[in-house]
């Protein structure tokens, strides 16, 4: 069965620093990867989206690679701020099912000053 | 532009009862997805409607059902609650179809069955 995991051990790091989150999928083809961000009690938030034949992408501190022979995307939040603490979620889309996106079970990351 | 609104925010019902949740998409968007957010299985998609037709479905039983109105606004009602349907309750839309589009979550609606 398909299958998405993301490290669910808390990833704590010091301010400035560059954060490096992963998410790994088995029994799947995406076509499309999104990362999202999570506060909690509110809903996601959408940061970015890479698709199947991109290796990487960014936006201002942050960047996303995509290798589908891995089977693995990074997420990476350069200089790291305590506003960044969240919980971040990888989601796979395939080619022709909508938006009907499957969801890694997150990561939470927490800045410290 | 006013975000996804979902209503009620907080719930609270008995087994063996029905809930119905709506959600309003952003103006223009036509896709509407619900979602359903547990601590033990994260966020699980349960069905999409574009255009007023189901597009989309998970792996829930038939006692997660849903709609949407022709002015893209989505309801989605759980019939005879069980004690495992308490959760968080996550409606997005996106303006087309396509897991291209990125997702406008709401805030959800937390429902908690007792």
């Known amino acids: 069965s398909q299958k998405i995991e993301q490290n669910s051990e808390a990833l704590n790091i010091q301010e400035g620093k560059t954060a490096t989150l992963t998410c790994n999928y088995t029994n799947y083809s995406p076509a499309y990867l999104q990362w999202y961000r999570q506060d909690p009690g509110r809903g996601p938030v959408f940061l970015l989206l890479?698709?199947?034949?991109?290796k990487e992408k960014r936006k201002e501190r942050l960047k996303v690679t995509f290798d589908t022979t891995l089977k693995q995307s990074l997420f990476h939040i350069t200089a790291s701020q305590p506003a960044d603490s969240a919980t971040y979620l990888c989601a796979l889309g395939p080619e022709n099912a909508g938006n009907m996106l499957t969801f890694g079970g997150g990561t939470r990351l927490m800045v410290k000053p | 532009k006013a975000g996804v609104t979902q209503t009620p925010r907080y719930l609270i019902k008995t087994r063996g009862q029905q809930v119905t949740l709506s959600c309003s998409p952003i103006?223009?968007?036509?896709?509407v997805s619900w979602y359903q957010q547990t601590p033990g299985q994260g966020l699980q998609f349960l069905f999409e409607?574009?255009?007023?037709?189901?597009?989309n479905k998970g792996n829930f039983p038939g006692r997660f059902s849903g709609r949407q109105f022709s002015n893209s606004r989505s309801e989605m009602n759980v019939s005879t609650l069980e004690l495992g349907d308490s959760a968080l309750y996550l409606c997005?839309?996106?303006?087309?179809?396509?897991?291209?589009?990125?997702?406008?979550f709401g805030p959800g609606t937390r429902l908690t069955v007792t």
């Open positions: 890479i698709r199947e034949n991109e």
């Open positions: 103006s223009g968007h036509r896709s």
């Open positions: 409607y574009f255009s007023e037709t189901q597009r």
């Open positions: 997005a839309s996106s303006l087309a179809g396509g897991a291209w589009n990125e997702q406008y």
